[in-house]
């Protein structure tokens, strides 16, 4: 009955349509919901739902969606749960992802980190790198019962195979301190570096303080400077700070004081200790003043 309700009133907005009637941006913008589009979006998920219920397999994870994001629906996580859960048992990999995630944050169940992890794991041995990359963190930064270093590293490396920057990152930094592998800085250095080169901030502060120590690498300042200003440039807070202590003390960089308290002051915003050292240890605080007195006096 209702199904023929809904074909009737489709119907007749189709002909609506096409006499001419249109939705406006002002009826909109009261708040009025656009029929022909609700009636588009039913349409479309009456259709996905006789396909799930089919047993279709990414039509499932489709439904699954709907239900999380409240398309043409009411939200419904626990039947997106459901139907994600029916979509990975049939090897929907998108699904299995989905699936983990609502584990991992208790989206419309109870959290369940092991849980997670088995979808997760689930994902990984299909090739997905995203699953195996978030694996990698699990067991690299999760609750205590599920950390292993040894089965980290082996996923990140699979996940790095397939140009994962987190995954490469994270590869290098279980190189650097020698967990799940044997330590190796310059095999970190050289991963920091490709993870750099494909724009990952956290991976270029890491190749900067490289240059900068000598760590894996040979001691360039000039090298230093390039990944750390890429990184600044990216919104990295730690890399603001060290380069506002060089500029502001002029040690192995041309001396720069206003540029030192601009990038001081950014890191002191994103909450960097470093930063406030360096505000006060350079008196950054009266070049900063210095700086909006001759901005109001450009304003005359």
């Not at 994600?84 to 929907?92: D, F, S, V």
């Not at 992802?97 to 794991?121: D, P």
């Not at 190796?184 to 490289?210: P, R, W």
């Not at 000598?214 to 000039?222: L, P, R, S």
């Amino acid at each position: 009955m209702i199904r023929k309700l809904f074909l009737s009133f489709l119907f007749l907005l189709i002909n609506l349509q096409a006499e001419g009637f249109v939705w406006t941006e002002d009826m909109r913008a009261k708040g009025l919901r656009d029929p022909f589009a609700l009636a588009l979006q039913y349409s479309e998920f009456e259709k996905v739902k006789n396909s799930a219920e089919d047993g279709n397999a990414q039509d499932q994870y489709k439904l699954a969606t709907y239900y999380f994001q409240g398309f043409a629906t009411d939200v419904n996580f626990k039947k997106a749960a459901q139907w994600y859960e029916k979509a990975a048992k049939l090897g929907n990999v998108e699904a299995m992802v989905a699936l983990a995630r609502m584990n991992e944050i208790g989206h419309g169940m109870r959290k369940n980190v092991y849980e997670a992890y088995r979808w997760y794991k689930e994902a990984a041995q299909k090739n997905d790198a995203r699953a195996a990359s978030i694996l990698g963190d699990m067991l690299t930064f999760g609750p205590r019962g599920v950390r292993d270093a040894e089965e980290a590293f082996h996923w990140y490396r699979k996940a790095a195979s397939k140009d994962n920057a987190n995954s490469i990152r994270n590869l290098g930094m279980l190189y650097a301190m020698g967990k799940g592998t044997k330590k190796d800085l310059k095999k970190a250095t050289l991963l920091f570096l490709k993870a750099a080169k494909l724009g990952d901030a956290k991976s270029q502060y890491n190749l900067g303080v490289s240059y900068l120590k000598g760590w894996g690498a040979t001691k360039n300042i000039d090298k230093a400077i390039k990944w750390l200003t890429r990184a600044s440039d990216q919104g990295h807070g730690e890399a603001k700070c060290i380069l506002a202590n060089r500029y502001a003390s002029g040690d192995g960089i041309e001396l720069d004081r206003y540029y030192a308290a601009q990038l001081a002051d950014e890191g002191n915003k994103l909450g960097s200790k470093f930063c406030k050292e360096v505000w006060m240890k350079y008196r950054l605080y009266e070049v900063k003043e210095n700086m909006k007195i001759m901005q109001e006096g450009s304003n005359y």
